[in-house]
């Protein structure tokens, strides 16, 4: 009798954790998330049962599983959540008993690209999922900075945009739309603020107008640059002011040497003359003495 008792209690209890087993169940693709806008990050508990007395871990898989948001005992327990997720992450409250756990993330920055784990543990069980989130900013206007001439009279521009997630497309246009090739390029990326590119040109032609177009999917910005034909007719100006001046250094320099060689001469030649004198001299008190 006692043994059928502790079988039958023992088969009850396979068969009541087997009733206990769910599976967690999140999104088959990556998530898209927006910059500044908010998203949800779907995972739930299969088949439908509560996860009201459950443990839900919402972690970042990819920063060795630092926690983003931690639901323990009927309550959010976030003391040892990262940093950058303060005050953004919530659960949906009244869907944990339909075994909803998905999370609501907030204000999306381009640091929360990443992949998230949910692990939803019962007494008796558990089970995790992960969801992969690719967040998408769009960056500041392009800004473009003169950054002067060269020695062979070309014009620098120089095109800059920050604040990308991925990397977008930066293209200098001439007024007939066609692409130019740029001389440098430079692509630093940021946790927090994403891709900046920079792309340096030489223009040329005056009279003319130049854009640079940062492009991502769908997003474009473009900013214009007018190049008066007066920037180079000021540059032409100084070119012959230039030469100018150095046609008269090297004059005044030729006259400064001649002036000085005069002076080198002059300075030889009194040298010569006291010479000659003190001879002449010399020779008159020896011819005085000879004759005294
Ligand atoms: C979970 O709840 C959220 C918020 O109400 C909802 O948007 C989402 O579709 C729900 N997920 C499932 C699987 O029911």
């Known amino acids: 009798m006692k043994f059928i008792c502790v079988t039958l209690l023992i088969i009850s209890g396979i068969a009541d954790s087997r009733a206990d087993n769910f599976d967690v169940v999140g999104p088959a693709v990556p998530l898209m998330a927006v910059s500044g806008e908010d998203v949800i990050l ?20 990819d920063q060795r599983g630092s926690v983003v948001h931690l639901y323990e005992d009927h309550e959010d327990r976030n003391t040892d959540q ?18 909803n756990t998905s999370l609501k993330l907030s204000r999306v920055q381009t640091s ?48 800059e945009s920050k604040g990308w997630n991925p990397e977008p497309d930066l293209v200098w246009l001439d007024s007939e739309g066609v692409t130019l090739t740029s001389e440098s390029t430079d692509t630093h990326r940021d946790d927090t603020d994403g891709f900046s590119v920079k792309h340096a040109i030489t223009v040329y032609n005056s009279d003319t107008k130049y854009h640079c177009r940062v492009k991502l999917r769908h997003h474009m910005l473009e900013t214009e640059i007018i190049i008066s ?64």
């Not at 779907?42 to 898989?61: D, G, H, Q, T, Y």
Request: charge should be positive.
């Open 42 to 61: 779907p995972c739930s508990v299969k088949p439908s049962i509560s996860a009201v007395n459950m443990r839900v871990e919402w972690s970042r898989l």
């Open 82 to 99: 990262l940093p950058s997720y303060r005050g953004r992450t919530r659960l949906f409250k009244d869907e944990l008993e339909n075994g």
């Open 112 to 159: 929360d690209e990443g992949i998230y784990k949910c692990f939803v543990q019962s007494e008796s069980w558990y089970d995790d999922t992960t969801a992969a989130v690719r967040v998408e900013a769009v960056g500041s206007a392009p800004v473009i900075t003169v950054d002067g001439f060269d020695g062979s009279g070309g014009l620098h521009l120089q095109c």
């Open 229 to 292: 034909s007066k920037m180079f007719n000021s540059r032409k100006t100084l070119m012959i002011l230039n030469s100018v001046a150095v046609v008269l250094s090297v004059i005044a320099g030729i006259l400064i040497a001649v002036f000085f060689h005069k002076k080198i001469g002059n300075i030889f030649i009194i040298r010569s003359c006291a010479s000659l004198r003190l001879l002449l001299q010399n020779t008159q008190m020896w011819l005085d003495r000879s004759k005294s």
